[in-house]
């Protein structure tokens, strides 16, 4: 019963203080010795806002009110928020101040003064500005060459911030893109580190990154024969890009080839060398070394010659015979 008497109380107390000092009914709004140039403050998310109000020695009750609410009555504090405080210097001015602002703190302020002829108020608009934040953005992600991919970047901030997405690639050229990055039937070159950029001039613009990987099948870029005197170690070699990492088969007419006594063969990521310890007679010949990964394979013929026979020892020639391609399928299955 006494709580509601107090309660009761308070709000006949706050109606008759707007209703005779503050806001009275039918009054024109006028200006107080105020911050004349703007009507409006802007003030970044965490900052702490001054809004300025001047008074006179002829004043007799000056208040703060947001919106309908009142903060300050003359020095009482009637808001409850720990953050807002008055700035007074002398008895001339009487500033609200709000430390780390937010966004809820944004809208009307209203300095209100009675003086003996009459009451006079002002209003100033707090706007609160929030840097841009990327709050959700594509994990990275590996695809098949030839297919669609949608890269998302989602960013709040007031104002709403911009996105722009970059390949960060030798030139990082901006992309069409905002939200949404979209890439139609993605190619090799199109794979990298994707930067998605959130900017609106409050702060620092917020920056995110996606790691495209595009699969794509083995082609060989370059095959080495070699001119080789018997007794000497011939060296073939065969280079393929691919990804994944391919592996690589070499190949003598219909066998396969693998190390012993007489043959070494190392693989280094996409590079593969053949080397016969001691060439022979019989060793002269087609080679054919095979890159093959789960999206498909591709050979290329290299010859292990004799000095003086002038074989074409400059590109490749890539075939793909049946027995060869199913030699091939044949290992993938059987691992051979």
Same mark, same amino acid.
């Given at each position: ?10 709000? #006949? ?5 707007? #209703? ?17 140039? $703007? ?30 609410? =009142? ?20 008895? #001339? ?47 990275? =992600? ?20 911009? =996105? $722009? ?33 959130? +900017? ?27 001119? $080789? ?58 080679? $054919? ?12 013929? #290299? ?15 890539? +075939? ?17």
């Amino acid at each position: 019963m006494q709580v509601g008497r107090k309660s009761c109380w308070r709000q #006949l107390q706050v109606s008759f203080f707007r #209703l005779l000092c503050l806001i009275p009914t039918g009054f024109p709004v006028r200006s107080v010795d105020m911050q004349r140039a $703007t009507d409006n403050i802007t003030i970044r998310q965490g900052d702490t806002a001054v809004i300025r109000c001047y008074v006179d020695d002829r004043v007799s009750k000056v208040a703060w009110l947001n919106r309908s609410n =009142i903060i300050f009555a003359s020095q009482d504090k009637w808001s409850l928020d720990p953050r807002v405080d008055l700035v007074t210097k002398g008895q #001339l001015e009487y500033s609200l101040r709000i430390q780390k602002v937010d966004v809820y703190d944004e809208g009307s302020y209203t300095c209100s003064i009675q003086t003996k002829q009459q009451p006079k108020t002002s209003q100033v608009y707090l706007i609160v500005q929030v840097p841009a934040n990327i709050y959700k953005v594509s994990e990275d =992600i590996t695809v098949n060459e030839g297919s669609n991919v949608t890269l998302s970047c989602l960013a709040s901030g007031r104002p709403d911030p911009a =996105i $722009t997405w970059r390949l960060l690639n030798p030139s990082a050229e901006p992309l069409d893109g905002e939200e949404y990055l979209d890439i139609s039937g993605i190619m090799r070159n199109q794979a990298g580190r994707y930067e998605c950029k959130a +900017s609106n001039d409050v702060a620092t613009p917020d920056v995110k990154y996606v790691n495209v990987v595009v699969n794509y099948p083995p082609a060989i870029k370059k095959s080495q024969s070699s001119e $080789t005197q018997v007794g000497r170690m011939g060296m073939l070699q065969c280079d393929a890009t691919a990804v994944p990492t391919p592996e690589f088969e070499w190949y003598r007419d219909d066998k396969r080839l693998s190390n012993s006594q007489a043959i070494n063969i190392q693989t280094l990521g996409t590079n593969t060398i053949l080397m016969i310890t001691n060439v022979t007679e019989e060793d002269y010949g087609n080679y $054919t070394c095979v890159a093959s990964n789960r999206l498909g394979f591709q050979n290329a013929s #290299l010859y292990l010659y004799r000095p003086g026979m002038g074989q074409d020892n400059g590109s490749a020639s890539v +075939s793909q015979s049946l027995w060869l391609m199913l030699a091939c399928i044949t290992c993938l299955f059987f691992k051979c």
